[in-house]
């Protein structure tokens, strides 16, 4: 089993920066497909970033240049850099993992349905 615990969500103005993390614990392994989500109120939960168990990311076009996945394999921990956010990135915040997606899949086309562990979220509000 593995749990996957968000924080570093709060309340900041548009342009300014948030890092989230995502700590994992439990039967985890360092090829795993691990990912960011966010769902506005009143949207479907979509795809923000991945990083695939090569390292390789890939992130949704609305964030490009602006966030970057990263992580800490000795602290089990998924980091998410917000900068230049803006009130459009407002919402809840999920990291997700899963040891099934292979590396290469993961990266180009794991989807929401492809990951089997989630986190309770954490909540992201940018002012305008």
């Known amino acids: 089993q593995v749990q996957l615990v968000e924080s570093g969500g709060g309340s900041v103005q548009a342009g300014g920066s948030l890092r989230l993390s995502c700590v994992a614990s439990?039967?985890?392994?360092?090829?795993?497909?691990l990912g960011w989500f966010r769902q506005a109120r009143g949207k479907e939960r979509e795809g923000v970033a991945r990083?695939?168990?090569?390292?390789?990311?890939m992130y949704a076009d609305s964030v490009k240049g602006r966030f970057t996945i990263s992580q800490d394999r000795a602290k089990n921990t998924l980091y998410l850099q917000m900068n230049s956010l803006k009130p459009e990135d407002t919402g809840m915040y999920y990291c997700?993992?899963?040891?099934?997606?292979?590396?290469?899949?993961?990266?180009?086309?794991?989807?929401?349905?492809?990951?089997?562990?989630w986190g309770q979220g954490t909540q992201v509000t940018v002012s305008s």
């Open positions: 997700a993992a899963d040891g099934k997606i292979s590396v290469g899949y993961c990266r180009a086309r794991a989807r929401e349905t492809d990951f089997g562990y």
């Open positions: 439990g039967d985890t392994d360092v090829n795993w497909c």
């Open positions: 990083i695939d168990g090569d390292g390789s990311t």
